[in-house]
C-alpha cells in the first residue's frame, strides 16, 4: 500500500512539474516576443534548439568557445579564442559567466533584427572590455587589432606589428571625432550617436565582426535546413 501510494504521489508531482515548466515557458515566450524583433513562431523555434544543445538553460563560455573556434578552421586558435570570449562576453549582459535564453535571443535579436542603435549598442559591449560602460584607447585598439587578425589568418607578427601605426591612426581618428567631451572614454550615448553620424568609421571592422559572430552563432544552434527562422510556421508547446 505504501508504495502504491508514493508512486501516485511522484505521477502528481511530475504533472505539477511539468504542468508549471509548460506555464514558465508560455510567459518566457510571450516575454520574449514582446520585447525582440522575431515573431513568436521563431521565439519557439528558438527555444526548442536552445534546450536540445543546452537541456539545462545554460550556455557556458568554455562550449561557446570550443565551438566557435572549431567552427573556423583557419586562423590562430589564441585569437579565435580570444574573439569567442569577447562574443559570448557580449551575450552575457549580467556578467554571471553563463547566458541564459534571454540573453541568448535578445543578443541574436540585435544582431539580427536589431535597428542601426540596436547594432551598435551590442558593438560598444564588444569593444568594452572590462564592462564598465566606457571604451578606453587601449580597448579599442586591441579589438581592432583582434578583427584584422582574425581577417588575415595568414598574417605573420611582422605583419601585425607593420599595421601597428596604421591602427593607432585609427582610434586617434575615432576618439578624436567621438569622444565630445574629451576625457580619453568613449561613453555609450558618444558612440552610439557618433557612429550613427559617421558610419564610416567603423564600417568594415564593425561589419566584419558582425559577420563572424552571426555566422558561428547561428551555426551553433542552427544546422543546415534546420532552422528556417523566416518560417511563418508554429510550434507547439
Not at 567621438?178 to 559617421?198: A, H, P, S, T
Request: charged share 30%; with cysteine.
Amino acid at each position: 500500500m505504501g508504495g502504491l501510494l508514493s508512486k501516485v504521489q511522484d505521477q502528481i508531482e511530475m504533472r505539477t512539474n511539468d504542468g508549471r515548466r509548460r506555464r514558465e515557458k508560455r510567459h518566457l515566450v510571450e516575454h520574449l516576443t514582446r520585447i525582440t524583433n522575431f515573431r513568436e513562431s521563431e521565439v519557439k523555434k528558438w527555444y526548442r534548439l536552445f534546450f536540445t544543445d543546452c537541456p539545462d538553460g545554460i550556455l557556458t563560455e568554455e562550449k561557446f568557445v570550443h565551438f566557435y573556434v572549431a567552427f573556423f578552421s583557419s586562423g590562430d586558435k589564441g585569437r579565435k579564442m580570444a574573439m569567442a570570449k569577447r562574443i559570448f562576453r557580449a551575450f552575457d549582459r549580467d556578467g554571471s559567466g553563463t547566458v541564459d535564453f534571454k540573453e541568448y535571443l535578445t543578443g541574436m535579436s540585435a544582431l539580427l533584427r536589431g535597428s542601426v542603435v540596436e547594432k551598435l549598442k551590442w558593438a560598444f559591449n564588444m569593444y568594452d572590455l572590462d564592462g564598465n560602460g566606457e571604451i578606453s584607447r587601449v580597448e579599442l585598439y586591441n579589438v581592432l587589432k583582434l578583427v584584422i587578425e582574425l581577417r588575415s589568418p595568414e598574417a605573420t607578427c611582422q605583419d601585425l606589428d607593420d599595421l601597428e601605426p596604421a591602427l593607432l591612426e585609427m582610434v586617434d581618428r575615432i576618439f578624436h571625432d567621438l569622444d565630445k567631451d574629451r576625457d580619453g572614454k568613449l561613453q555609450m550615448r558618444e558612440f552610439v550617436e557618433g557612429i550613427r553620424r559617421n558610419p564610416n568609421l567603423l564600417t568594415l571592422q564593425q561589419d566584419e565582426m558582425m559577420r563572424a559572430t552571426t555566422v558561428a552563432i547561428q551555426h551553433l544552434h542552427c544546422p543546415t535546413g534546420h532552422m528556417g527562422i523566416g518560417s511563418d510556421s508554429s510550434d507547439s508547446d
